[in-house]
């Protein structure tokens, strides 16, 4: 069973444009994650989507959004970026998110960098 | 809300030295509690999870006891090996957050041949 991916692997962008990431979970997963790691803040949770529908938010600005699709992949937009938006951008799914235990499944993220 | 501290890196050890990294948590109730591994280039591997107090989780010679007491899980490990080199970030799920991840500060190990 293939595992997350993520698209594209590296990216680097400009101050002040968009970038949207994208995220294909394991298949027959519905949750998928987004975490932001950076060498300051480590690893912080961005929002999580199930069933097309935002069911939590992390504490980021609404510069950062999300969307999930009917096949479950997921895309996350970050509009006018920022030097501090350089980051590792992680993808995580689950299949159910009725258990604080399941597991979660990263991908190998998308490396941003903003100049 | 909750929170989870783990010990600084990195943490320097000899080829088949004993591993301890420590991780506590803050959160009410009984939080899920895992480690999860990252290897250079890649994205994170959970490597072993424990669901209530007193739970072992273990996988490939590591281990974990959920600590209730002292809101604790530390990572074990009885001999490292090169190969073990990585970061290591503990974390928790709890169903007063959505059950989303939070995690520690991550701890890099680098084990010497």
């Known amino acids: 069973k293939a595992g997350v991916t993520q698209t594209p692997r590296y990216l680097i962008k400009t101050r002040g444009q968009q970038v949207t990431l994208s995220c294909s979970p394991i298949?027959?997963?519905?949750?998928v994650s987004w975490y932001q790691q950076t060498p300051g803040q480590g690893l912080q949770f961005l929002f999580e989507?199930?069933?097309?529908?935002?069911?939590n938010k992390g504490n980021f600005p609404g510069r950062f959004s999300g969307r999930q699709f009917s096949n479950s992949r997921s895309e996350m937009n970050v509009s006018t970026l920022e030097l501090g938006d350089s980051a590792l951008y992680l993808c995580a799914s689950r299949l159910t998110v009725s258990g604080g235990a399941d597991e979660q499944f990263f991908g190998p993220g998308t490396r941003l960098t903003v100049l | 809300g909750n929170s989870v501290t783990q010990m600084e890196g990195p943490v320097t050890l000899s080829e088949e030295a004993f591993l301890t990294i420590n991780c506590t948590y803050t959160a009410t109730g009984y939080p899920s509690l895992f480690w999860y591994v990252q290897y250079p280039g890649e994205g994170l591997q959970l490597l072993l999870k424990a669901t209530k107090a007193d739970d072992k989780g273990s996988n490939k010679g590591f281990e974990a006891t959920y600590r209730k007491e002292t809101t604790s899980f530390h990572l074990e490990k009885g001999s490292v090996q090169v190969s073990d080199s990585a970061v290591y970030f503990c974390a928790l799920s709890h169903n007063n957050a959505g059950n989303m991840l939070t995690f520690g500060g991550g701890t890099r190990l680098m084990v010497k041949p």
């Open positions: 298949s027959g997963h519905r949750s």
């Open positions: 989507y199930f069933s097309e529908t935002q069911r």
